[in-house]
């Protein structure tokens, strides 16, 4: 059977309508399947928390579905009558009404003892499974369909993955700029059902018309489509290749979300760049071949090297996604160009799916479980471009030792002469030596393609420095939430959480009263609030996001304080005095409530006069900590006369406006400090601090507007930030930010 021609074949007015109706109903499952994903992490995002992780572990739950819809219409096409599979199928269709419109369970809270990822993975496939299950079947079943419809090109279906994957991409697109910025989770949540009903009459439809062309199929393609099977080294090349770029998705996804955000845009560019480098990828482009690859490939390898060698600053991340993202393109344009070449025929469609899926699920469970325990830092990204590397050994096998020994000592040269040696962060300000290591690895690439064994050998060589301990940390460790890291520089202990520090103390203060530091310092904003008049006659302080723990060193005598923190693994740092004494010199009796403040607060009747919400990891914001019905319940929980402390420093979100946009709505009054210190408070251990406070009773804020270092904050007068619709670009920083 030849599957060689997969453009759209030209056709009768029978035909076409074939063609059309199989398409229509491929792309709108594939339209509804993809734009689901964004949506239902939104949903759960409230749930869980804002942590990169969570659409990581999405990926994987959807990937494994897949496995498990493929399976499923394999399963069916091969046992099943073709009437049998069209009942059964649309029986599974009507099961999947019941789960909709898609929401998540009220009564569910967050349980901070058990895993995080599996709790995840439990709301959606309670929330999702269902109805995504559904829809994963679709791709092979509806080709596998089409192939017994007696429709033109029949026995080569594979021009309608091109429909699956051009309504994938433009439902990942149509998310973030269309339905995410302008309508509500519920508004979208009952679109989507209008859709997967119109799509149960297309798949009602092409299951007619293939059973209706069935009966004119020639026995000889009935019979083959069950008679081939393929041999488990081509499934386990097929399992390969295909787990590269999704891996590689991932890693990158979660490299730019850390920094700016669990939100839809960040999830889908990345997804939808690996979408569109399968749609041309398995288009009939004579020109693009694994040849007319090679230099494009290999230089996307040499980019990688130094994006996850972090010679490119990590705080650059608009920087760092301008470069990721044709690097990712061309490394999976690479890939699935690979998995084309090697597509079997149309009786082996569903099993070559199958592969692709798994290896997909693969590179999830790599990035969401295995790598979360098996490092302490985010090596996913340099292990899969080692991996990539070997992609060229799929096209030619075999090699000699000469080729290791050669790899390694060009490899070696690479280090000495762009100094990598020394330490990559002496190449984090020097960019053109930055583009000499990009050359050098580039021309070595290039000049030992033909031995290919070289590439994955000279790549694991120059990769080195991504496995690098920079920082020699005192602790480090990795929980769903993200990476953590202690160490000694300069008199100093810093803790960083991603990419960024959030807290210092000094090591000459260990054994006695430390002085809070970086943002909580004496004079910054929040410890003007505490150390007030106010602040020292409350008798109830609430801190969500425990840190360092500095601000306890504020604590007087007579007061209750209570921590928030959603990652046990910030409490142990907090509490080890080994590494940070804030906690065990000022409130050792003080507790760490486990799990999303939000969640925690309304559960029990607190009743606070300052309440501090200092929740950042990295830079990520969040969202669901800071709309208005997650103020209005801080609000709940606070005296007539308290005060809501909001520490919004961030190098790319300006959260001034939507918090007085919320306050306004809410009758609260809010004011705003940016303080930006010098030189001399900077060698004391003070920060550039961002901070807005709230409060019912508006004689309070003006009393601390009174000294002139807080600002009245008018609403601009927009919507405010809602659960169901909250846009946190249009909070995003136009202009170049200093780092904090």
């Given at each position: ?275 569109l480098s399968f749609i041309i990828a398995f288009a ?302 000022c409130t050792p009796d003080s507790e760490t409530h ?147």
């Amino acid at each position: 059977m030849s599957v060689s021609n997969l453009d759209v074949p030209k056709t009768s007015r029978f035909g076409s309508a074939t063609i059309a109706i199989f398409c229509a109903a491929i792309f709108t499952s594939a339209s509804l399947l993809f734009f689901v994903q964004p949506l239902f992490a939104k949903l759960v995002l409230p749930k869980i928390g804002g942590a990169p992780a969570v659409w990581t572990t999405a990926m994987l739950f959807f990937q494994v579905v897949l496995i498990f819809g493929y399976v499923y219409a394999h399963l069916l096409t091969k046992f099943l009558p073709l009437r049998w599979q069209i009942i059964a199928h649309f029986a599974f269709w009507v099961a999947a009404l019941t789960f909709l419109p898609l929401s998540t369970s009220e009564s569910w809270s967050y349980d901070a003892a058990t895993s995080t990822a599996l709790q995840t993975l439990g709301l959606f496939a309670v929330g999702v499974g269902v109805p995504f299950a559904v829809l994963s079947a679709n791709a092979p079943l509806l080709q596998a369909w089409y192939a017994r419809s007696g429709g033109p090109s029949a026995d080569g279906p594979y021009f309608l993955y091109s429909a699956s994957n051009v309504g994938s991409l433009l439902a990942l697109l149509a998310f973030p700029l269309v339905a995410d910025p302008f309508f509500g989770a519920a508004e979208i949540s009952r679109a989507w059902l209008v859709g997967f009903a119109l799509f149960g009459a297309l798949l009602l439809g092409s299951g007619m018309i293939a059973l209706r062309g069935s009966r004119h199929t020639k026995p000889s393609v009935q019979t083959a489509l069950k008679a081939s099977f393929p041999t488990l080294r081509q499934i386990a090349v097929w399992v390969f290749v295909a787990f590269i770029p999704s891996s590689l998705m991932l890693s990158f996804t979660t490299r730019v979300s850390t920094d700016l955000g669990a939100l839809p845009l960040i999830w889908v560019v990345p997804l939808a760049v690996y979408i569109l480098s399968f749609i041309i990828a398995f288009a009939k482009w004579k020109h693009l071949t694994l040849d007319a690859l090679n230099l494009p490939m290999l230089a996307a390898l040499a980019a990688g090297v130094l994006l996850v060698s972090k010679v490119v600053s990590e705080h650059d991340a608009p920087v760092v996604i301008l470069l990721y993202v044709p690097v990712l393109f061309i490394i999976a344009l690479f890939a699935h160009r690979l998995l084309y070449d090697m597509r079997p025929s149309a009786e082996q469609l569903t099993v070559f799916y199958i592969a692709l899926s798994m290896g997909g699920a693969i590179g999830g469970l790599f990035n969401s479980i295995v790598a979360p325990i098996a490092f302490t830092r985010e090596l996913e990204a340099p292990i899969t471009m080692i991996l990539a590397g070997g992609l060229f050994l799929v096209r030619a096998p075999g090699f000699a030792l000469r080729h290791v020994i050669m790899g390694i000592a060009a490899s070696v040269f690479i280090l000495v002469i762009a100094g990598a040696t020394r330490g990559v962060a002496a190449l984090s300000a020097d960019i053109p030596r930055a583009g000499a290591l990009f050359v050098l690895i580039f021309a070595v690439l290039y000049l030992f393609r033909a031995q290919a064994m070289r590439i994955p050998v000279v790549l694991t060589v120059v990769l080195l420095p991504a496995f690098a301990v920079k920082n020699n940390p005192v602790f480090e460790d990795r929980s769903f939430f993200g990476v953590h890291s202690v160490y000694s520089s300069k008199g100093y202990r810093l803790y960083k959480n991603g990419t960024t520090v959030h807290g210092w103390q000094r090591e000459s203060e260990y054994g006695t009263r430390p002085t809070p530091l970086s943002y909580y310092h004496p004079e910054e904003p929040m410890a003007q609030v505490i150390t007030s008049d106010f602040g020292k006659q409350s008798n109830s302080i609430g801190i969500v996001g425990l840190g360092t723990g500095a601000l306890a060193c504020y604590r007087q005598p007579a007061q209750n304080w209570d921590f928030f923190e959603i990652d046990a693994t910030v409490d142990q740092i907090a509490r080890d005095p080994s590494l940070f004494t804030y906690l065990s010199e000022c409130t050792p009796d003080s507790e760490t409530h486990l799990g999303d403040a939000r969640i925690v607060l309304k559960q029990k009747p607190f009743a606070f006069d300052i309440l501090v919400l200092d929740a950042y990891s990295s830079d990520a914001i969040p969202l669901h900590l800071i709309t208005r019905e997650a103020v209005e319940m801080y609000t709940s929980r606070l005296a007539d006369d308290g005060v809501l402390v909001f520490h919004i420093t961030n190098r790319f979100y300006d959260l001034v406006q939507p918090l007085a946009r919320i306050a306004d709505s809410l009758n609260l009054t809010a004011a705003h400090q940016q303080l930006a210190v010098g030189k001399e408070q900077v060698e004391t251990g003070a920060a550039t601090s961002s901070v807005v406070i709230l409060s019912p009773d508006k004689s309070r804020i003006e009393s601390f507007a009174q000294d002139g270092n807080w600002q009245i904050v008018e609403t601009d007068g927009a919507l405010p930030w809602t659960d169901g619709k909250a846009n946190l670009l249009s909070a995003l920083k136009l202009l170049k930010n200093r780092d904090h």
